[in-house]
């Protein structure tokens, strides 16, 4: 079994400050992790993927995530956030049996970024 | 390339009715995956795809929900009857044909925001 618990519903930072989006995991298998990003009216648009290889994962627009086993976490940061950015964040994790795959999102967190 | 395209992107019926969503994947795409969003909540698996034949069905709610994918190609997910609870939105994605380990992405569509009154 999977899941993941995204800490925050809501975020609201100012244009220029960091941003973090937090993401914790749990998965019985080695897992597969995603941050997705949806802009009202648009659908789910991948920024960043973790697949076993390096554990610090560079995405598009200034953003990437950094794969913590020990604390199970895979939180999102960009370190200056931009108007743009201001949209729906999913953690996801997959899982894979045989060739039967599914992804299991988080709940969403909510990025305002205000002037 | 065209990406993942739903049909309609919103559709309001009332209860009882029979609505039926279409999702076109990006071509080539063997996988082809329906996800639900229900308002307050997280998105949530319905069933996968390969080409033609259901793989996972697991997230179907239960049978009123149909789910086809004539040719391997577009696929049409069918509400008959409609209930308020059905109301939500949602999505298609597809991907490649993938083997073993995970890591290969999964595109979305639109989604199609369904609303039974």
């Known amino acids: 079994a999977q899941s993941v618990t995204q800490l925050d519903s809501h975020v609201s930072v100012s244009e220029g400050t960091p941003v973090l989006l937090r993401c914790n995991y749990s998965s019985s298998y080695s897992p597969s992790l995603f941050w997705y990003v949806q802009h009202p009216n648009k659908g789910l648009q991948l920024l960043l993927k973790?697949?076993?290889?390096?554990?610090l994962v560079k995405g598009i627009n200034g953003f990437e995530a950094e794969f913590k086993k020990s604390e199970t976490s895979f939180h999102l940061t960009k370190p200056s956030a931009h108007m743009s950015d201001a949209a729906e964040y999913f953690c996801?994790?997959?899982?894979?049996?045989?060739?039967?795959?599914?992804?299991?999102f988080g709940t969403g967190t909510r990025l305002q970024v205000t002037l | 390339e065209a990406g993942v395209t739903q049909f309609p992107s919103h559709s309001v019926i009332e209860k009882g009715q029979t609505v039926t969503l279409r999702c076109d994947p990006i071509?080539?795409?063997?996988?082809l995956y329906w996800y639900r969003r229900v308002m307050g909540k997280e998105i949530k698996f319905l069933l996968h795809f390969v080409k033609e034949s259901k793989q996972d069905e697991s997230g179907m709610p239960n049978n009123r929900f149909l789910a086809e994918r004539t040719g391997g190609t577009y696929s049409t997910l069918k509400v008959q009857p409609a209930e308020l609870e059905d109301s939500g939105v949602y999505f298609c994605?597809?991907?490649?044909?993938?083997?073993?380990?995970?890591?290969?992405?999964?595109?979305f569509g639109p989604g199609t925001r369904l609303t039974v009154t």
């Open positions: 071509s080539g795409h063997d996988n």
């Open positions: 973790y697949t076993s290889a390096a554990t």
């Open positions: 994605a597809s991907s490649t044909v993938h083997q073993g380990q995970g890591g290969y992405e999964q595109y």
């Open positions: 996801v994790v997959s899982a894979i049996t045989g060739t039967a795959s599914k992804l299991t």
